[in-house]
């Protein structure tokens, strides 16, 4: 069934292959490259050179064949067969060059967040700009929560970053960019959505209390950590309590279906 993907691999001279897995990447800027792995049955990628570390989220998932480029890597390489479910998700060190072959039977879709600052397993260059919506409150915890009390629930938007990337049928794209002492605005959510940590070193998250008797609580930043949570119906700001600049990227998903 693989013999065509095979024979191309085998092939194709390794200096012609380029870094891009798809036509045109769904985003870019300046810290991530954002792909939109759409496959069919049968249907396969084009050869890549997979050359950064990669966030991904399987939105629909199949069964998947990694077939590498035999020279890739100094050493024979045979292809890998995975089981990708909808909602997996996690962190991929960057492996030569490859191809992805739909193997399954059913449509595939996979959204794969390449960071470029990212050296290696939780290090990263640190970028030296301004975030593009800027807070400086008053680190008073009670005052907050009084403020949060006072603002209705059917009120709040699910804005789950302070940037809004681009959208299509079935999610939204986001980013949350805060310098230390930034905090975001406050949000509800409702839907199933991914979080991964791009740059930063500590963050805190302050719960609404309409929706939460827990307290403020903070977090490590880890980059390249990721995680996919259901809906919860919680409320919160996120608050940049370290001393870097950070930037989470997120994926807000319309109308999911766990395991399909």
Not at 38 to 43: H, V
Not at 60 to 70: K, W
């Amino acid at each position: 069934m693989m013999e065509k993907e095979l024979k191309l691999a085998a092939e194709t001279p390794l200096e012609s292959i380029t870094a891009d897995v798809c036509e045109k990447p769904m985003y870019e800027d300046q810290d991530v490259r954002v792909w939109d792995i759409r496959l069919a049955p049968g249907e396969s990628t084009k050869l890549y050179r997979s050359q950064l570390w990669y966030n991904y989220l399987v939105i629909h998932g199949s069964q998947i064949t990694v077939v590498p480029h035999p020279l890739s890597g100094g050493e024979i390489r045979v292809p890998t067969v995975l089981e990708h479910a909808a909602g997996d998700c996690g962190l991929v060190h960057p492996d030569g060059v490859e191809m992805l072959v739909n193997t399954g039977d059913r449509n595939y879709r996979c959204i794969r967040i390449e960071n470029k600052l990212m050296r290696e397993l939780n290090t990263y260059k640190v970028p030296d700009r301004p975030p593009l919506k800027t807070y400086r409150p008053n680190p008073n915890f009670d005052r907050m929560k009084e403020i949060m009390k006072r603002i209705p629930l059917d009120t709040l938007p699910e804005n789950i970053g302070t940037n809004f990337y681009m959208e299509d049928d079935e999610l939204q794209l986001w980013g949350m960019e805060l310098q230390p002492g930034d905090i975001g605005d406050l949000h509800y959510h409702t839907k199933y959505y991914f979080l991964a940590f791009i740059c930063g070193d500590k963050s805190g998250v302050m719960p609404n209390p309409l929706c939460s008797d827990e307290e403020f609580f903070e977090m490590e930043i880890n980059p390249g950590r990721c995680s996919f949570s259901p809906p919860r119906n919680g409320s919160e700001i996120a608050w940049n309590i370290g001393t870097k600049y950070y930037r989470g990227f997120q994926i807000l998903l319309k109308d999911f279906v766990p395991g399909q």
